[in-house]
């Protein structure tokens, strides 16, 4: 995943480099600490109007942090053991959701999230003991947009397709990308009745 390792930050050092240079920054919770001028900077990135993507254990690193928990909205979650987790779409004409897979499962050990930002909207979600479980969000930071998966902590979590979907839904939708679905208006000319046939899946597949 070119894209991902572009994006994510490695060190402190890769941070100051990609604040400069990029529109999203991808935190995977494993350049810590964080200092106070560094949540700074972040925190000024995003509400300029760049954009936040957070994977695997960021959430849980960073959500104690005093001015990145701000950004990420108060959580509150629990860590599971590695096992079979199902996500499944919460939000199906969500720009990150919109006509994927609408379940997958990973093994993965992840921190389940039990409480989001009221001003989030949650886009995957799981079912731990019967309970629902959120497994990313959506939020809106000044100017800027964060995307939120507790997913990804493992490399066979990144690998997998339809976790690679999503993210690149989310490094898309982070960097301030268009969201709303535009209607298309096509002409079918000297196809006869077959035209008909053309049109009507064309007209089935936009509405879908």
């Not at 100051?16 to 964080?34: C, E, H, M, N, Y």
């Not at 860590?79 to 919460?90: D, H, L, N």
């Not at 994927?100 to 093994?107: H, S």
């Not at 479980?133 to 990804?152: N, P, V």
């Amino acid at each position: 995943m070119a894209y991902l390792q572009d994006a994510i930050v490695t060190s402190t050092t890769t941070l100051q480099a990609k604040l400069a240079t990029k529109r999203v920054i991808v935190l995977d919770g494993s350049v810590v600490p964080l200092s106070l001028e560094e949540e700074r900077a972040l925190c000024a990135f995003v509400k300029d109007g760049g954009g936040l993507v957070c994977i695997g254990n960021a959430a849980e690193m960073y959500h104690e942090y005093q001015l990145l928990g701000e950004m990420l909205g108060p959580v509150l979650g629990f860590c599971a053991p590695r096992c079979e987790i199902i996500a499944q779409v919460t939000k199906g004409d969500h720009y990150i959701t919109r006509r994927v897979d609408p379940t997958f499962a990973v093994m993965d050990e992840v921190y389940l999230l039990k409480h989001i930002p009221s001003d989030a909207e949650e886009v995957w979600r799981t079912t731990w003991h019967y309970a629902p479980c959120t497994l990313a969000y959506t939020r809106s930071y000044g100017h800027g947009r964060i995307f939120c998966t507790t997913l990804g902590a493992t490399p066979a979590t990144r690998a997998h397709p339809s976790f690679q979907q999503m993210l690149a839904r989310a490094l898309s939708y982070a960097s301030g990308g268009e969201t709303q679905e535009r209607s298309l208006r096509v002409a079918m000319i000297g196809y006869g009745a077959i035209g008909f046939e053309h049109g009507t899946a064309i007209n089935a597949s936009s509405r879908s």
